[in-house]
């Protein structure tokens, strides 16, 4: 079976609601499918992927550094829109650092964030196969 | 009567938060708690809709919110408390009736 275009829209805050943490949670189980699967962080899921999460104040679990090990899973398509950033006052300097490890390069560490603006988003949109929106 | 405004949605998903402000009187409270934590910051698209409110109403945020979703107090709208869970109590008992914006 050809692998299909998979893209998983976030478009969610996390913590407040479940659907960031389900979405990831999909993620992940697409990954063992081998597809090949790119994730989209627009509007409010820019917030998914901010670094210094620290939930010790809200007692739930921080489930952001599974994020940095979606490389190892050759999750490495991470389509994050510029202008979503900048409504909420955030630059990609407040981003994680994620990269996955190319094999066909030595494992040279790559990035996996690919800053995207509005249109561009569309149409990274519309190659795909299968879409699926948290 | 001085009421406490409860917001829990974003201000960039839903209109909640800016229909609490649109109702708000002077002398009242709001605090932003779960996902309404994101919009305590400065530069945004929501920042000025906030600074002119807090003219006549003091805002507050619940600080364990804002840190879990990776923003930091030095990154506020100036003026803007940061309030625990116990601040939260307070904030509840200072006032005389609450209402959350759902």
């Given amino acids: ?134 | 009567m001085a009421m406490l405004h409860i917001v829990n949605k974003s201000p960039f998903e839903k209109v909640s938060f800016r229909s609490c402000l649109n109702h708000v009187k002077p002398g009242d409270s709001v605090l932003m708690i779960e996902d309404a934590a994101v919009g305590a910051l400065d530069g945004t698209s929501f920042s000025d809709k906030l600074k002119t409110a807090m003219g006549d109403v003091s805002v507050y945020v619940l600080g364990g919110d804002l840190v879990a979703r990776g923003l930091s107090e030095d990154r506020m709208i100036d003026g803007i408390k940061t309030v625990d869970y116990a601040g939260f109590v307070d904030l509840t008992v200072k006032n005389e009736t609450t209402q959350s914006w759902l």
Avoid: C, H
Wanted: aromatic share 10%; proline share 1%.
């Fill in chain 1, 1 to 134: 079976m050809a692998a299909k275009k998979f893209m998983f829209v976030n478009r969610k805050a996390p913590y407040g609601t479940v659907y960031a943490l389900e979405s990831l949670e999909v993620v992940l189980i697409s990954a063992a499918f081998e597809q090949d699967v790119s994730l989209a962080f627009i509007d409010d899921g820019v917030y998914q992927i901010t670094k210094g999460q620290n939930t010790d104040g809200i007692g739930q679990k921080n489930f952001s550094n599974t994020y940095k090990a979606l490389g190892d899973y050759e999750i490495n398509k991470l389509y994050v829109e510029k202008e979503s950033l900048e409504e909420r006052g955030l630059t990609q300097d407040d981003l994680m650092d994620l990269v996955w490890e190319d094999e066909d390069d030595d494992w040279a560490e790559k990035p996996s964030i690919i800053l995207v603006d509005r249109s561009e988003m569309a149409d990274v949109m519309a190659e795909q196969e299968v879409t699926l929106s948290f």
